[in-house]
């Protein structure tokens, strides 16, 4: 024997809850996508603090260095980036040569700067990960309407 078909008061109730959990699932989703905009944000100052970490390069030639802190000598026979500690005292400050700093000129500023970008025409938050001269279109409606969010 067949299965009676629902009754339309049966149908409301089973799309009411359904509703309900495609609601919860939003605005999940959408909490979701709120706290993963802020960490892409967090990501980008940091790659851009790293980006301008390497434009310049420290180099220790090798030689002798005399511990600020101590005055223990200690004879570094490679090139360091940066100094390691003192033996005696754990201080990182030396007298003794001069590092050498190498600047690396970055390319020319793009025209438009990674970060959070909005559609004019969906309104949808989009990322752009990376600083470009052409801004892609939007990845909901394809309107090439970004503008800074």
Do not use: H, W
Request: aromatic share 6%; glycine share 6%.
């Amino acid at each position: 024997m067949e299965d009676p078909m629902p009754s339309a008061q049966e149908r409301a109730k089973m799309l009411a809850q359904e509703m309900k959990r495609a609601i919860l699932e939003a605005k999940t989703a959408e909490a979701r996508a709120k706290r993963l905009g802020d960490e892409v944000l967090l990501a980008l100052a940091e790659a851009k603090k790293e980006a301008q970490a390497v434009s310049e390069i420290v180099e220790y030639p090798i030689g002798r260095y005399e511990c600020k802190g101590c005055g223990q000598g200690s004879i570094f026979s490679q090139l360091y980036r940066e100094l390691p500690p003192c033996d005696n005292c754990g201080g990182r400050v030396y007298l003794g040569a001069e590092p050498t700093i190498t600047k690396i000129i970055p390319p020319p500023p793009r025209k438009y700067s990674a970060g959070m970008y909005e559609c004019a025409g969906c309104r949808t938050r989009i990322v752009v990960a990376e600083d470009m001269d052409v801004l892609p279109p939007c990845d909901v409606c394809a309107a090439y309407k970004l503008k800074p969010a």
